[in-house]
């Protein structure tokens, strides 16, 4: 067997082989192909579709809609983890307001004067900074 017929027997695989589960990263073994995925979609937006006919004929609050599960890949893992860490960290910086301990310190982020309006700290990461406004060039 030749690469090249090798590799064309590998494009060729179904989408919801082990093979391309594991290309995008599908950690819980449910593997999905592009079908599946549709129709979870349109259950998605049968619900959509039902809220908005419950709130037309009943001029209610809809009831929670939860959409349909999707398999976790390893992205929606990392993410898991980020904002558990992330969350743990505010409730001890919470904890720690709460108790007093930061009494007379400066908050992260926080300038001590006043700048210019609009003006953003040094102290925030770039990730944070707000977005630079366009110039009109002619």
Same mark, same amino acid.
């Given at each position: 067997?030749?690469?090249?017929?090798?590799?064309? $027997?590998? %494009? #060729?695989?179904?989408?919801?082989? $082990?093979?391309?589960?594991?290309?995008?990263?599908?950690?819980? &073994?449910?593997?999905? #192909?592009?079908?599946?995925?549709?129709?979870?979609?349109?259950?998605?937006?049968?619900?959509?579709?039902? &809220?908005?006919?419950?709130?037309?004929?009943?001029?209610? +609050?809809?009831? +929670?809609?939860?959409?349909? !599960?999707? !398999? *976790?890949?390893?992205?929606?893992?990392?993410?898991?983890?980020? *904002?558990?860490? =992330?969350? =743990?960290?505010?409730?001890?910086? $919470?904890?720690?307001?709460?108790?007093?301990?930061?009494?007379?310190?400066? %908050?992260?982020?926080?300038?001590?004067?006043? &700048?210019?309006?609009?003006?953003?700290?040094?102290?925030?990461?770039?990730?944070?900074? !707000?977005?630079?406004?366009?110039?009109?060039?002619?």
């Amino acid at each position: 067997m030749t690469v090249r017929r090798l590799k064309v $027997l590998i %494009a #060729g695989l179904p989408s919801h082989s $082990l093979y391309k589960s594991q290309l995008r990263g599908i950690t819980d &073994g449910q593997r999905w #192909g592009d079908e599946t995925y549709l129709l979870a979609f349109i259950a998605d937006m049968l619900q959509a579709q039902y &809220g908005v006919a419950y709130v037309g004929v009943t001029n209610k +609050q809809p009831p +929670q809609m939860t959409p349909y !599960p999707r !398999p *976790e890949t390893e992205a929606d893992v990392a993410n898991q983890t980020e *904002e558990a860490q =992330a969350n =743990a960290r505010a409730e001890d910086y $919470l904890e720690l307001l709460s108790s007093g301990a930061l009494e007379g310190q400066q %908050a992260p982020g926080e300038t001590s004067g006043t &700048g210019a309006p609009g003006q953003v700290p040094r102290s925030l990461p770039d990730a944070v900074q !707000p977005p630079q406004e366009a110039t009109a060039t002619n």
